[in-house]
C-alpha cells in the first residue's frame, strides 16, 4: 500500500477552464521583489501622499488579535453616512477585487455573457472567466465625441445581447479616460431596460477635478458601485473597498463571501477614512497630485515624449517600446513604471504622478534610455 500511495496515485485534477486563463499583470512588486531598494513607484495609483494621520492612528489601535465583526457593522454605518445611503446598500471588501469576484460569483451563471468596456483593469474579464461566462468587449477611446458613439455602441450591444454583467471603469485604469455623468446615466438606464447589472468601478474618481462622488448614481436599481479606499487614501496594504448598490444586489454577494472578509484592520480604516480630517487629507493631496501630472505630462511632452490624455493622475506615455522602456527604467534607474503591453498600448508605459522631488527623477532617465536630447528648459525639477 505503502508503494502504491507513492507512485501509482496522483492528486486530483483542477477544473480544465484553469489552464485557459492567465495570470494577470499589476502595478506595484512582481518578480523583481528584493531585486533592489526602488527609488520611486510610477506603476500604481495609490496616493504617494500616503494614509490620513487619523487613518493611521486607527490602524495602530486596531486589536488584531480580536475577530472583525463579520457584518462590518460599525464599518458600514461610518460609509453610510459618508455615501448618503443606507448601510443596506454598504458592503466591505478586501479591496475591490474581492468584490469583483463576489459579485460575479453571485450573479454570473456559466454560459452567460458578461460585457467589459476596454481598456479595463484586467479582473474583471478573469472574474468572468473563472464563473464560465462569455466575455465580449465594447471599446471606449479618444475625445468627448468618440465617447458618446462609445456610449450608444455599447447601449446597442446591450440591447442585441442582454448580457448578465457589464463592467465599466470611470476613470478606466489604462488611459485615465472618465465618463460625464450623463453617459452613465445613459448606460445605467439601457442596463436596467435589459436586466444587465453594471458594476461601475470608481476606483480613481477622488483623483479627477470634478469627482462624481460615490455612488455617482445614488440609488439606481441596475449600478453596484465600487470605491476602493487603496487608492486615494493609500491602503493598498490594508486590502479594503466598498461596494454601494440597491439593497438586493448587496445582500446576493454578501451571501456568496466567506465570513471575516473584512479584516479588523480594514474596518478600522473605513471608520477612519470616512471621518471629516481623513476626507480633508484626500482632497489636499489628490488636489497636489492632479496638478503634479499635469506638470510631468507638460515636462515629458517638452522632451519629446508624447503623454496621452488622462482626466486624472496617471497617463500613458508613447515611449515606442513600452516592455523594453520598463525594464531599462527599473534595472538602470531603480524606477518602477507599467508597461501598457498588458491594456493593448505596447508602444506606452503609464505613469502615476507622485510628488515632487519623485517625478523629477523620471523624465532624466526616460531621456537617457530613449537617447532624447537634454535641454535645460525641459528639465524637472521639484518643487
Given amino acids: ?35 533592489r531598494v526602488i527609488r520611486a513607484d510610477f506603476s500604481t495609483g495609490v496616493n504617494a501622499f500616503g494614509p490620513a494621520p487619523v ?36 458592503l466591505i471588501g ?7 469576484y463576489a459579485a460575479t460569483q453571485a450573479f454570473v451563471r456559466p454560459g452567460d455573457l458578461v460585457l467589459v468596456v476596454e481598456p479595463a483593469f484586467g479582473e474583471y474579464r478573469r472574474a468572468a472567466r473563472l464563473a464560465g461566462a462569455k466575455v465580449c468587449a465594447s471599446h471606449f477611446a479618444g475625445g468627448s465625441a468618440r465617447r458618446h458613439g462609445a456610449v450608444e ?16 471603469g470611470s476613470p478606466e485604469s489604462a488611459t485615465g479616460a472618465a465618463l460625464e455623468p450623463e453617459l452613465l446615466t445613459r448606460m445605467a438606464d439601457v442596463c436596467q431596460l435589459v436586466g444587465t447589472l453594471l458594476v461601475l468601478d470608481q476606483a480613481y474618481d477622488a483623483f479627477t477635478r470634478r469627482p462624481l462622488g460615490t455612488p455617482a448614481l445614488p440609488g439606481h436599481a441596475a449600478v453596484l458601485h465600487l470605491r476602493s479606499l487603496t487608492k486615494d487614501h493609500a ?55 492632479i496638478e503634479e501630472a499635469s506638470r510631468l505630462a507638460a515636462v515629458c511632452a517638452g522632451a519629446g515624449i508624447r503623454p496621452l490624455p488622462s482626466a486624472t493622475h496617471y497617463f500613458l506615455l508613447e515611449v515606442g517600446d513600452g516592455d523594453r522602456v520598463a525594464r531599462a527604467l527599473l534595472h538602470d534607474h531603480a524606477l518602477r513604471v507599467r508597461s501598457a503591453v498588458s491594456f493593448g498600448f505596447p508602444s506606452c508605459i503609464r505613469v502615476a504622478a507622485r510628488r515632487p522631488e519623485e517625478n523629477a ?3 532624466p532617465a526616460l531621456r537617457k534610455i530613449a537617447s532624447l536630447p537634454a535641454t535645460e528648459n525641459h ?3 521639484p518643487h
Avoid: K
Fill in 1 to 35: 500500500m505503502s508503494s502504491l500511495r507513492n507512485s501509482q496515485l496522483t492528486p486530483p485534477a483542477a477544473r480544465p477552464a484553469l489552464a485557459r486563463i492567465d495570470p494577470l499583470i499589476h502595478g506595484g512588486p512582481g518578480e523583481e521583489t528584493g531585486f
Fill in 94 to 100: 478586501a479591496g475591490t477585487v474581492e468584490l469583483i
Fill in 235 to 289: 491602503l493598498a496594504g490594508v486590502r479594503v473597498g466598498l461596494a454601494v448598490g440597491p439593497g438586493t444586489v448587496i445582500e446576493a454577494v454578501a451571501r456568496v463571501r466567506p465570513p471575516w472578509t473584512a479584516s479588523s484592520l480594514a474596518q478600522a480604516a473605513v471608520i477612519a477614512a470616512c471621518a471629516e480630517p481623513a476626507q480633508r487629507h484626500v482632497q489636499a493631496t489628490t488636489a497636489s497630485l
Fill in 55 to 90: 487613518v493611521m492612528d486607527a490602524l495602530r489601535n486596531a486589536d488584531p488579535a480580536a475577530y472583525p465583526d463579520p457584518q462590518c457593522r460599525l464599518a458600514r454605518d461610518a460609509a453610510s453616512r459618508w455615501t448618503g445611503r443606507p448601510a443596506d446598500e454598504v
Fill in 379 to 381: 528639465r524637472v525639477e
Fill in 153 to 168: 455602441d455599447f447601449c446597442q450591444t446591450l440591447l442585441r445581447h442582454r448580457p448578465r454583467m457589464a463592467f465599466v
Fill in 361 to 363: 527623477l523620471l523624465v
